[in-house]
């Protein structure tokens, strides 16, 4: 059985898009017919409210309090609202995970449990997507030892540039090596904030990262989703940031083509 693609959804300030990306890429994938697993590692549990998941008696949590712990448990199907999503499941988060993730640090293998809980999926995913949080702990070192692709939303506030430096340092930190694919997504575009995203486009630049070309623009109807715990490409499927994020999949799927695993 093949391996899946792990991509994680990263930045270290908050409110960039980085749940709306992970939910709008799943969706996509998902739409495509690409068996996706959305794994949320945020205690906040955002993404898992989104996908009507928000409330489950396992989560995350559960691998991290008991490495042994039977993962397929912990595997739902994604909803919107009542209705399950095609080829979409979910491993949910909640508040508990923030206490856990600290006290698996006894573990002499904590730094493999998210991986060593994957290995024992029972059902094939083409696609697992990773929520992370802003801060780094050990669940999200454990995803970020194991992530194939990085993908950084910045919203076009200077702020969510200026932290990707230091990720980048924890990656290479915690993979002992300089070798991981990633790129930034911009979000949340809009034309006439022409001045802020003048100045964070030139940092960027600067700093020569890498970008994707297609670039997510504002919608009032996005944040609406959140707000009704939506995902929101399916809340809102007319709107230009459905377009932007399926043309974003294609682009990630070129990407990934050529990425090392
Ligand atoms: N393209 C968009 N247009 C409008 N609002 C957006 C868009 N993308 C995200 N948002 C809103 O921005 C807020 C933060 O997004 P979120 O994905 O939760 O960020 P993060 O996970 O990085 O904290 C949410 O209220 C969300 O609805
Ligand atoms: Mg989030």
Redesign the pocket.
């Given at each position: 059985m093949k391996k899946p693609f792990i991509i994680s959804f990263a930045?270290s300030k908050?409110?960039?898009?980085?749940?709306?990306?992970c939910i709008a890429v799943g969706c996509c994938l998902a739409k495509l017919g690409y068996e996706t697993l959305v794994i949320d590692l945020d205690h906040q549990g955002?993404l898992s409210d989104d996908f009507g998941r928000g409330d489950e008696d396992y989560t995350i949590t559960d691998i991290f309090e008991d490495p042994k712990f039977d993962i397929n448990k912990i595997v739902y199907s994604a909803r919107d609202g009542d209705k399950e999503i095609s080829n979409l499941s979910i491993i949910p988060a909640d508040i508990t995970l923030a206490v856990e993730a600290r006290s698996a640090e006894r573990f002499r293998h904590r730094l493999s449990i998210l991986d060593d809980g994957l290995k024992r999926l029972v059902t094939h995913f083409d696609f697992i997507l990773i929520d992370l949080r802003p801060a780094i702990d050990l669940s999200i070192e454990n995803a970020l030892l194991i992530t194939d692709l990085i993908v950084i939303?910045v919203d076009m506030d200077r702020r969510a540039v200026k932290g990707i430096d230091d990720l980048f340092q924890v990656v290479k930190e915690i993979r002992r090596n300089d070798d991981f694919v990633y790129t930034l997504v911009k979000?949340?575009v809009n034309k006439s904030h022409s001045k802020m995203q003048k100045s964070t486009n030139k940092h960027i630049q600067e700093a020569g990262y890498q970008v994707a070309s297609t670039e997510?623009?504002?919608?009032?109807l996005?944040?609406q989703?959140?707000e009704q715990r939506r995902p929101?490409p399916l809340y809102a499927p007319h709107e230009r940031?459905y377009e932007d994020y399926l043309s974003l999949t294609h682009e990630l799927l070129a990407k990934i083509k050529e990425a090392p695993r």
């Open positions: 930045n908050g409110g960039v898009g980085k749940t709306t990306s955002n939303p979000t949340k997510i623009r504002v919608s009032e996005y944040k989703a959140t929101s940031p």
